[in-house]
């Protein structure tokens, strides 16, 4: 919220986070207690997640008939063969494929707090300090809690639609910067409407920012139909990603999406990049969606690495978050949808470059590409991916105004 409403300046930023949450100079006039205690969560199992889609499966959860002119061809882009048997089709868990990491071959490798859990707690003002803070500042706490509540999640894969939140009730005296905001405990889709377009007029930045924040290029989708069940909301999740990225850009891909043809762009190119005597021409556009970007059984992966004469100080840190969030919005007792908001940022810092980097440690640059600064369809392919949802696809509609 912070770096939204003060156009991504870092020192308001960290000035009024200390004057909120405390410092090494100063205690938080705020605290914050758990009330509930769940223990560690239940223990990992060995089990698949979700249904298991074909290629066709995938096809009609995107919308398409048997009757249309591209059906054929989307199939196949989906089709995934097992690559010791060419001939044995593979199904795919939506859910499996968001949890990539959390769950490993069909079974949970961490623990996880069960869908309806309860949990509660308390923030606990100390009256005299607090109202010594900038009015501001006290709002854009406001406006974080709303929405952490409405649009965040907590945990592990928190990116990908898991541990989202729902508040059902609040109790006791709330700040009058609290009590301003549309009603915290309301998680009606008209109030998540109104509330958004009341956050996004405090955004001030028009820009994307150097890390992912509320601007007023952020989006933030709805799905359109309603699924009576929260697994059934995020295999849509993950089965739309699943058609989008999925085999991107092979030879046969005839999509063009803003004047640029797909075909030879993005898919074919894990094949070679295993090699690295391979002459690779470029970074995929599916970097976009947040780095790592692994593309091999090996661990090897596409980063980034910094500016000339400062990558000494980055060894270990070549991640980038994804600017795109999932979420499954509970509406009523049987209405769950699927959300997106996108919080559009610089794909890396600023004078970095992307890379593949191979298990071993060491940095490859594709020959054919002296500059290796994330390209525009880098930078705009997850815009790519909702302006398909919402207007090619119909799947989604907007929030925000």
């Not at 156009?7 to 207690?33: H, Q, Y």
């Not at 074909?54 to 002119?69: C, I, M, P, Q, V």
């Not at 089709?89 to 079974?107: M, Q």
Request: aromatic share 8%; hydrophobic share 35%.
């Amino acid at each position: 919220m912070a770096g939204g409403a003060f156009d991504g300046d870092l020192a308001k930023t960290k000035a009024a986070e200390a004057e909120l949450f405390g410092s090494t100079g100063r205690r938080s006039p705020l605290r914050i207690v758990v009330r509930d205690s769940v223990g560690p969560g239940e223990k990992p199992q060995r089990r698949g997640y979700g249904a298991r889609l074909s290629a066709e499966d995938l096809a009609e959860r995107w919308g398409l008939k048997t009757s249309d002119a591209d059906y054929q061809d989307t199939v196949e882009r989906l089709r995934v063969r097992n690559p010791s048997d060419g001939s044995q089709v593979v199904l795919t868990s939506p859910i499996e494929y968001l949890a990539f990491g959390a769950v490993h071959k069909g079974h949970l490798v961490r623990p996880r707090l069960p869908p309806k859990t309860k949990l509660s707690f308390e923030l606990v003002w100390r009256p005299p300090e607090w109202r010594r803070i900038p009015l501001r500042h006290r709002e854009l706490f406001a406006w974080a809690l709303w929405s952490w509540l409405h649009l965040g999640s907590i945990g592990a894969k928190a990116r990908k639609g898991f541990g989202s939140l729902r508040c059902v009730s609040v109790d006791g005296d709330l700040p009058e910067e609290l009590d301003a905001l549309p009603p915290i405990a309301d998680s009606s889709l008209d109030k998540l409407e109104s509330g958004v377009a009341r956050l996004l007029e405090l955004t001030g930045s028009a820009e994307p920012g150097d890390w992912s924040r509320f601007s007023k290029k952020s989006r933030i989708l709805v799905s359109k139909a309603r699924f009576m069940r929260w697994e059934a909301a995020m295999e849509a999740l993950g089965a739309w990603l699943i058609v989008f990225r999925r085999r991107y850009g092979s030879s046969f891909d005839s999509r063009v999406i803003d004047g640029v043809p797909l075909a030879n762009r993005d898919y074919e190119w894990a094949d070679q990049a295993s090699d690295p005597k391979n002459s690779l021409s470029d970074i995929p556009d599916k970097a976009g969606f947040g780095l790592p970007l692994p593309f091999d059984r090996q661990g090897s992966a596409v980063t980034w690495v910094p500016a000339s004469g400062n990558r000494s100080d980055s060894k270990d840190d070549r991640r980038r978050a994804s600017p795109l969030l999932l979420r499954v919005g509970r509406f009523g007792d049987d209405d769950f949808r699927p959300l997106l908001i996108h919080l559009p940022a610089d794909l890396v810092p600023k004078g970095a470059e992307l890379r593949y980097r191979y298990r071993s440690g060491r940095d490859y640059r594709p020959r054919r590409n002296p500059s290796l600064r994330p390209s525009n369809e880098q930078e705009s392919v997850v815009g790519w991916f909702l302006d398909i949802l919402e207007q090619e696809r119909g799947l989604m509609r907007r929030v925000t105004p």
